[in-house]
């Protein structure tokens, strides 16, 4: 059985896709089979993949509230990653009934925090329904190198009851960059600080579900 790991958060602009795309990526490059789900219907994800005529990353695309179900069709694979929608309840509703473990990327910004609010109950419901067997964690995403608000945001995140990765993604140049021609760090500056950032976001959640 495939590892399914959903990305999600319902406010736009919190680096889902850069998120998903990258982590699913560095899976990849771990040795595994992966396949990422675009489940945006303005289909981000599939547009990254169509950049790169080679792309090593399967994408696919359901922007349907039938996740949980479609994904039983799909061939074998070691690892699923779900890029998620913005604002559709009922597509993230679908994704967190198809994940072992949902990432909550959340931007440094009070009304950020305050946006999760009815995602993190929806995920709570659901870890209570799979008595624990879902997990769930926020990541601080597109934080600002060198501030303090990246550590308030994660004790105020404390406050919902969901572990707050150790993990940090910055907001940096090269990821539009990436994205524009369907690539990852890992393709372009494998060495570099961004993608030190998603190998130890990777290690992390891989803690959680192996």
Not at 164 to 186: D, N, W
């Amino acid at each position: 059985m495939a590892k399914v790991i959903a990305v999600l958060n319902q406010k736009g602009g919190s680096g889902k896709t850069t998120i998903a795309t990258h982590l699913a990526r560095a899976i990849q490059l771990d040795g595994n089979s992966v396949i990422l789900i675009d489940s945006d219907p303005q289909g981000s994800a599939r547009d990254w993949s169509a950049a790169h005529e080679l792309q090593p990353v399967s994408v696919v695309g359901i922007d349907r509230p039938t996740i949980e179900r479609d994904l039983k069709s799909l061939a074998a694979t070691d690892f699923v990653v779900i890029d998620g929608a913005p604002q559709a309840a009922d597509l993230a509703v679908s994704a967190i009934k198809a994940a072992n473990f949902i990432l909550i990327p959340v931007q440094p910004s009070p009304y950020d925090i305050w946006a999760t609010a009815d995602l993190v109950d929806l995920v709570k419901q659901r870890i209570e329904v799979t008595d624990g067997k879902l997990k769930a964690a926020f990541v601080i995403s597109r934080a600002i190198a060198h501030t303090k608000l990246g550590n308030e945001v994660g004790e105020a995140l404390e406050g919902y009851g969901l572990p707050v990765l150790k993990s940090r993604i910055y907001q940096r140049v090269i990821y539009p960059g990436t994205a524009a021609t369907g690539k990852t760090v890992f393709d372009t500056d494998p060495t570099g600080d961004a993608a030190q950032e998603f190998d130890v976001l990777k290690n992390e959640i891989k803690e959680f579900i192996i």
